[in-house]
Each structure stands twice: as C-alpha cells, then as structure tokens.
C-alpha cells in the first residue's frame, strides 16, 4: 500500500498533486518543466508495477474527483506554464483508472500520450516570454497577425494537449471510456468538455484576442519544423500504437 501512495505522487492525486505543480512553479527554465512532465509520471507506472498490493477500488474515483478539480482551474488560469501543470494533473491523474486492468506497456504510453504536449507547452513559455516578458493570456493578444507560426504551433500544441483526434490522447481517452462504468464515463466526458473549453479560452487570449501591435519577430523556421516534425511523430506513432485498441 506503501508503494501505492507513493505512486498517487507520481501519478497526481489531491492533496499530493501540489508537489508535482510546486516543483513546475520553482523550475525556472522550460526546459527544465518540460523534462519533468515527461519523466514524472513515468516514475510512478514503475512503482505500480512492483507494486505488491492491487489497487483499491477508491483510488478510480479519487483521480476523477482529482482530474475534474484541475480541469476547472484550467478555466481561471492565465499563465501557460501553469495552465501545462495542470492540464497534465488532470490528465495524468486518468492513468488510474487503466491501472487495474491495462498492462504496463500500455500505461506508459497512455502517460506519454498526454505528457508529452503539456511538455511542449512549458518550452513554448520560452518564445512567448523573451518577446512579452511573460506568457500571460490577454497580454498580447492577436498574435496570429504578427507571429503566425508561433501561434500555429501553440494551437497545434493545445489540440494535441487536449485529445483532439487525431492526435492520440484522443484515442488513448477512449480507452479510460470503456475501462469505467457509466457514471465514471460520463464525469470523464465532462472533464474532456472543460479541457477543451479552456483551450479556447488559452487560445483567445493568446491568439484570436484583441489585434496588438507585437514587439521582436516570429520564431525562426527551423524551430517551426523542428514543432512540426515533433507533431507529426506523434500523430503517427499515436496511429500505429493505439490501432491495436489503446
């Protein structure tokens, strides 16, 4: 049970989920952030896998409670590097309820599917931050008229972030879908209505908000093809990997 508890750290359940977004907070570089994202909850699908106790059927309803709380802080949230933080709590969090019948393999990919964009956000904080001081939505809105690859990287990023199909949070989702009963289904469907909600929200601000006049220059064209290529990858990784029925 020990081991399990530790794993809820790794795998984010409130009250323990601050530790993950406290660590994001205190991490100055996106760099930093990103790699975090990525490797964290990893750490936690190895514990569940020496893990000598099953897990208890409370823990199914605690992440969804926990999911959900992150979900609607998305909505107030302005700061993108937090607003990473927690959309990958709220996702990461769904981990739990594969955990008692999906095999590990699976598991890992199910955490890479939706860590990995969240991760890209936190290194998107970078450009947005050395051109505006701070990667606030509604500070400088209306980019798509001045940086037009940086905002199509950026909303690329939130769809794959958000389980948009066809990138393969989408499909990995509908996976937590049919692993959960009815009334678990239908809190993981509004979970995902509030995620993509507060993507819009995310995207106005940053994108489609009120036309401003926008300092410095859009990010070069290796950097767009390196997000692109990064993408791309996925998309089909996603495709191949979850054609068996992730």
């Known amino acids: 049970m020990t081991l399990l508890l530790i794993a809820s750290l790794f795998l984010p359940l409130f009250p323990l989920s601050v530790v993950l977004n406290g660590a994001l907070t205190k991490l100055?570089?996106?760099?930093?952030?990103?790699?975090?994202?990525?490797?964290?909850?990893?750490?936690?699908?190895?514990?569940?896998?020496?893990?000598?106790?099953?897990?208890?059927?409370?823990?199914?309803?605690?992440?969804?409670?926990?999911?959900?709380?992150?979900?609607?802080?998305?909505?107030?949230?302005?700061?993108?590097?937090?607003?990473?933080?927690?959309?990958?709590?709220?996702?990461?969090?769904?981990?739990?309820?594969?955990a008692a019948g999906g095999d590990i393999v699976e598991l890992h990919l199910f955490a890479f599917w939706f860590s990995l964009p969240p991760a890209l956000m936190a290194l998107l904080v970078h450009p947005l931050t050395r051109r505006f001081g701070a990667a606030y939505a509604g500070l400088q809105g209306g980019l798509i008229g001045h940086l037009p690859r940086l905002s199509a990287v950026l909303a690329v990023t939130a769809l794959a972030a958000v389980a948009t199909p066809p990138f393969p949070g989408f499909f990995a989702l509908l996976r937590?879908?049919?692993?959960?009963?009815?009334?678990?289904?239908?809190?993981?469907?509004?979970?995902?209505?509030?995620?993509?909600?507060?993507?819009?929200?995310?995207?106005?601000?940053?994108?489609?908000?009120?036309?401003?006049?926008?300092p410095g220059t859009d990010i070069g064209r290796a950097s767009t093809l390196a997000f692109t290529g990064v993408a791309s990858l996925f998309v089909a990784a996603g495709l191949y990997l979850t054609g068996g029925g992730l």
């Open 28 to 98: 100055n570089h996106p760099a930093a952030r990103g790699a975090l994202l990525l490797v964290w909850p990893q750490l936690g699908i190895g514990l569940l896998q020496i893990a000598p106790h099953a897990m208890p059927p409370y823990f199914v309803p605690w992440a969804l409670l926990t999911s959900g709380l992150y979900a609607l802080r998305l909505l107030t949230v302005r700061d993108m590097g937090r607003w990473a933080g927690f959309l990958a709590t709220s996702s990461l969090t769904l981990t739990w309820a594969l």
């Open 176 to 214: 937590v879908l049919h692993a959960l009963d009815w009334a678990g289904a239908v809190t993981v469907l509004a979970i995902w209505l509030i995620w993509g909600w507060a993507a819009t929200k995310l995207l106005q601000g940053f994108i489609f908000g009120t036309d401003r006049t926008a």
